[in-house]
């Protein structure tokens, strides 16, 4: 079972890595589809979409980016963390959709933050990470503002990300909404796909920025 | 001419069947007794009303994602066990409501039980799954005394399949409900530290695709500040 595996710990990087690399992680697929969106359209479809799109947008930028699945395909929760932590990633990014709140949620893992450790439980890997998990969704946070879009940010507990030894944050697209909590637009706008999708990749390029300073 | 044996065979018999007629009769009384004497149902005892007290829920709001404390009036059992699961019960009934903040349908029956036992060693993390608690959850008998009511609690809180089923997916939706649950047994019952789900008696992986119930969420933690976000 996963509690036997080990994570090898690579060190929270004291200075930018070799190469910028992005994991895209599309939640769900296959046998699991998620939750039900208003259209009627499964999250793990929205998740794909958005993933190929945010992959488009990353690669026009000259990042390389890994994914966890390109197709309706059923990864289960230690295999995603896998393709994570194989990847030496600079930034990992779980994408959801939910019908429910406001514009986009952040989430980091909720785990309490610790040491880096020469191997670590492969439940609590990122907890080495917390920290620069916490300083990504800062930034995503900033670009998701600075595009209009309504931030929540919070921590859960979260198996996949939970063993992710990446800087990782979970994303949940929800429907743009005003005060009024009335629907200004829903996840099947593309126009409000266009925009989650490239703030997105502007904060990962703002990531990349920090991350090659010295 | 019928022969004399014939004749004391006739009235043995027919004294024989008087009998078995008489004897029938009484066993056919008694057993009419016995179930009117089960019919009755007349109280015996009168009710127990519980007097009302004030009880903290802990209210998610899906629209800013926030938790804030609801201070309500409830008769509550003095059954610590029993408490809890009104108490949620409570929160649940809220959550049912057409114009609720955090629309979740069940209501009060979504809780099946809940648990007390006392709490293992503070965990930081995920544990390793059921094996982690030695001991066999029983639900806990009012008056009972034991270790657990000067220490630490762990609370289980057992969850029916269609409230599990019919829950909202997402990550924020599902993590609102459980850390509500949590922050509103803490706030209640301070000596329940630690919280864990079982959904119709069984681990479950998640509640509705999302949010972990595999792990033991420390209680404490759940609990927030004003209208704060978990």
Redesign the interface.
């Known amino acids: 079972m996963a509690a036997s595996h080990m994570a090898a710990a690579q060190a929270p990087p004291a200075g930018p890595p070799a190469r910028f690399l992005v994991v895209l992680d599309a939640a769900h697929g296959g046998d699991d589809p998620g939750g039900r969106l208003s259209n009627g359209q499964a999250e793990k479809t929205f998740t794909l979409a958005l993933g190929v799109r945010l992959r488009s947008l990353l690669a026009a930028r000259g990042i390389q980016v890994v994914t966890t699945r390109e197709s309706d395909a059923t990864v289960n929760l230690n295999r995603r963390a896998e393709v994570a932590n194989h990847s030496n990633a600079a930034a990992c990014l779980s994408l959801h959709a939910s019908e429910s709140g406001s514009g986009v949620h952040l989430f980091v893992s909720s785990l309490a933050p610790a040491e880096p450790a020469r191997f670590a439980a492969w439940k609590t890997a990122q907890a080495a990470w917390v920290t620069r998990s916490l300083a990504l969704a800062g930034v995503l946070n900033s670009a998701l503002l600075h595009a209009g879009i309504n931030v929540t940010l919070g921590s859960a507990a979260l198996p996949a990300v939970d063993s992710m030894a990446c800087p990782a944050v979970a994303i949940e697209i929800a429907p743009d909404r005003d005060s009024s909590h009335a629907v200004t637009a829903g996840l099947d706008d593309p126009g409000y796909q266009a925009r989650v999708a490239s703030a997105l990749a502007a904060a990962i390029l703002e990531w990349r920025t920090e991350a090659a300073r010295p | 001419m019928i022969p004399r044996h014939q004749t004391i065979l006739f009235i043995v018999l027919l004294l024989a069947s008087v009998v078995m007629g008489v004897v029938l009769w009484q066993l056919r009384e008694r057993a009419h007794q016995r179930l009117v004497a089960g019919e009755d149902s007349a109280p015996t005892q009168a009710p127990e009303v519980a007097p009302a007290v004030q009880a903290t829920l802990i209210v998610a709001n899906?629209?800013?994602?926030s938790l804030r404390a609801q201070i309500q009036s409830l008769p509550l059992p003095r059954d610590p066990g029993a408490r809890a699961r009104a108490i949620l019960g409570r929160l649940f009934d809220l959550y049912a409501t057409p114009d609720a903040a955090h629309?979740v349908p069940g209501g009060a029956g979504s809780v099946t039980q809940v648990f007390l036992l006392p709490a293992q060693a503070p965990l930081?993390?995920?544990d390793?799954?059921p094996d982690t608690g030695s001991s066999t959850p029983t639900e806990s008998k009012p008056g009972q005394t034991n270790s657990s009511q000067s220490g630490p609690e762990l609370a289980v809180v057992n969850l029916t399949a269609s409230f599990a089923a019919s829950h909202?997916?997402?990550?924020?939706?599902e993590?609102l409900t459980v850390l509500s649950i949590c922050a509103t047994l803490h706030a209640n019952l301070p000596r329940v530290t630690q919280v864990r789900f079982l959904v119709d008696g069984q681990q479950r992986?998640?509640l509705?695709?999302?949010?972990?119930l595999?792990?033991t969420?420390l209680a404490a933690?759940a609990v927030p500040s004003e209208g704060a976000?978990?």
């Open positions: 899906d629209a800013d994602s629309p930081t993390g995920p390793t799954g909202p997916s997402g990550l924020e939706t993590t992986a998640t509705a695709g999302h949010a972990d595999t792990r969420y933690e976000h978990p």
